[in-house]
């Protein structure tokens, strides 16, 4: 008799720093207003890493309620996968230095850069993996302090993000038609330009001319990343469901990635599917890159707003250009 193999998320867990940013405290830091930044991106505020705290130490709270929530024990997680753009360090990977902070074993350990599809991306790569029967669970983690990569003087780009993580510990169950029904990741790096942190890899390594120059912040051409993204985005959207014979109507939740409320309304109406069924919190987080879709995931099953048998997209999109689907039938 063949038994079934499916891939859930046995367990979420999020964390946010406590430090508020609100728009009136950037009034006092660059030249901007509530308005203005609402108008355009429809964020109130966003959380801020505390002096000292790094990604490490939001993805390991992210992890730990995740794992409590899976009902896993950590010596049965057989890999860790972070997916971030602001790792603690060049190298070793965030995801060893985690391993050794939750005092799991000598298992495969790894970061992922995506930007902000790095989660919907590590899902993807750890789901691989658990069908293979090598290992049974594997923890997914999305974590970026990208405050401390922005430019304070750059009112079109601080304005726009925050700091947190979000986890999943992901579990190879028997069952049919539940958990991960359908990953689709695509990626164009033909204009980098359209975000990116110029400076402080091999192209450009740290000098003192590429301090002078702000190369190490983060840069962004937001109009034309704009026009780009939501093209792109919206027919990954429709391929994903297209293959998988979904209807608008059969979907219970869209997590997008929380960047900017006009993108999330683009979509809704090129879907044609209600702006309800659209989960935001990018009010009160801003982006939070790869943080952002888990920790809205998360957010979403504390309200208890997610039954057995709904259908779940999970999309987002990064510097790369990287666009990334996650479809699941929650367990």
């Known amino acids: 008799m063949t038994v079934e193999t499916a891939v859930v998320l046995s367990g979420v867990g999020a964390y946010v720093p406590e430090k508020r940013l609100t728009n009136d405290d950037l009034s006092q830091i660059v030249d901007t207003n509530d308005e203005w930044i609402r108008s355009r991106t429809g964020i109130r505020e966003r959380r801020i890493a505390a002096d000292g705290q790094t990604t490490l130490d939001m993805a390991e709270q992210a992890a730990l309620q995740a794992i409590e929530r899976s009902g896993v024990e ?7 996968v972070v997916a971030t753009m ?3 360090m060049p190298f070793p990977a965030t995801a060893c230095l985690l391993q050794d902070r939750l005092g799991i074993g000598q298992i495969m350990a790894f970061d992922l850069e995506a930007a902000c599809s790095g989660f919907t991306y590590a899902v993807q790569v750890a789901e691989g993996l658990l069908r293979t029967g090598r290992i049974d ?4 983690i999305g974590a970026d302090k990208v405050s401390g990569i922005l430019d304070w003087e750059d009112r079109a780009t601080c304005v726009l993000f925050g700091d947190g ?3 999943a510990v992901l579990s190879r169950v028997d069952g049919r038609d539940i958990g ?3 990953c689709l990741s695509r990626s164009d790096g033909s204009d980098p330009s359209l975000l990116c942190q110029p400076a402080g890899g091999s192209a450009m390594p740290a000098r003192q ?3 002078d120059a702000r190369g190490h912040f983060l840069k962004m051409r937001g109009r034309d990343l704009f026009k780009v993204v939501v093209k792109v985005v919206n027919r990954l959207c429709r391929d994903v469901m297209e293959r998988n014979n979904i209807r608008p109507e059969d979907i219970r939740w869209i997590i997008p990635h929380q960047a900017n ?3 999330i309304d683009s979509m809704a109406k090129y879907l044609e599917i209600p702006p309800e069924k659209f989960f935001v919190n990018l009010e009160r987080y801003g982006n939070t890159s790869a ?4 920790i809205a995931l998360e957010e979403v099953i504390s309200k208890g707003e997610i039954e057995t048998g709904d259908l779940i997209l999970l999309v987002a999109f990064g510097a790369g250009l990287t666009w990334s689907a996650t479809l699941i039938r929650w367990h």
Do not use: F, Y
Not at 137 to 140: Q, T, W
Not at 291 to 294: D, G, H, N
């Open 291 to 294: 943080a952002s879709v888990p």
């Open 165 to 167: 993580a979000g986890a």
């Open 261 to 263: 409320l006009r993108m």
């Open 137 to 140: 669970h594997a923890l997914v």
């Open 86 to 88: 602001t790792p603690d």
């Open 209 to 211: 001319q590429t301090i």
């Open 180 to 182: 991960i029904l359908d």
């Open 74 to 80: 950590k010596e049965d997680i057989g890999l860790i």
